[in-house]
């Protein structure tokens, strides 16, 4: 599984409402989840399935490079399993975590909401030009992808936030409430805390009161771009 251990809550509880038992299912998680998602696993047959992003594992798929032609496998190369239950589509997004300690200090949580201004910025700018985007991820280093490819993900991205009309840093208290009722269901978590004992609001608050007035975390006229992986 793409990702890091906890993430595997909705997939267990899709797994559930399809009928399956998930303690008889062993789920796997890259040793270091910083470095990119590899499916060789998958397609050499270590694994079952793979449960990756959209926007960067589902490329990596496509990608692939068949281990008996040495060709990419395109989108035709696996098969994705439908998520009937729509569990799986419902998880909460983006979370940002911290800990209590570190909200005490006045300087730190200035600190926070700078680099809350930061984030909000660098999405609105991805949002707007997602092939500007591409260059500046792929001329910074911190992607491994690079030109159409990287675009692509970009914008794969960009439809898992935008149109945001809430707000892209919106807390849904019940979705979160109801996701940590889920790693319950599932054996996850020991007890559910309210949303209230999970929930500061400070750094936001300070955050979005400083936010300029030109960053839009609505993004209601975002549409996708048309853009297509290099397979070659």
Same mark, same amino acid.
């Given at each position: ?9 909705? +997939? $267990? ?30 397609? %050499?047959?270590s694994f079952g ?16 490079? %068949? ?5 990419? $496998? ?25 800990m209590r300690s570190? +909200? ?9 909401? +700078? ?68 790693a319950v269901a ?10 209230? %004992? *999970?929930?500061?609001?400070?750094? $936001? %608050?300070?955050? +979005?009161?400083? *936010? ?16 297509? $992986?290099?397979?070659?």
């Amino acid at each position: 599984m793409q990702g890091r251990p906890g993430d595997e809550a909705p +997939l $267990l509880a899709a797994l559930t409402a399809a009928g399956v038992e998930p303690s008889g299912v062993g789920i796997t998680f890259p040793e270091d989840p910083s470095i990119p998602f590899d499916p060789t696993g998958l397609f %050499d047959g270590s694994f079952g399935a793979a449960a990756v992003t959209s926007y960067d594992g589902a490329a990596r798929l496509q990608e692939f490079y %068949d281990l008996e032609s040495g060709i990419p $496998l395109g989108p035709d190369g696996s098969v994705a399993l439908e998520d009937e239950s729509g569990v799986i589509a419902a998880a909460p997004g983006m979370g940002i975590w911290v800990m209590r300690s570190t +909200l005490e200090n006045e300087d730190h949580r200035i600190a926070l909401a +700078l680099t809350l201004i930061a984030i909000a910025d660098g999405l609105a700018s991805c949002r707007d030009d997602a092939v500007e985007c591409g260059v500046v991820l792929g001329d910074s280093g911190i992607a491994d992808r690079y030109g159409d490819g990287l675009v692509w993900s970009v914008n794969a991205f960009n439809a898992t936030l935008w149109p945001a009309p809430d707000g892209a840093f919106a807390i849904d208290e019940q979705a979160l409430t109801d996701a940590v009722a889920q790693a319950v269901a599932v054996g996850l978590a020991a007890s559910a805390p309210s949303a209230d %004992d *999970l929930i500061d609001r400070r750094v $936001l %608050d300070l955050a +979005l009161a400083n *936010l300029p007035a030109n960053v839009d975390l609505v993004g209601s006229s975002w549409t996708p771009i048309e853009v297509q $992986l290099p397979l070659e």
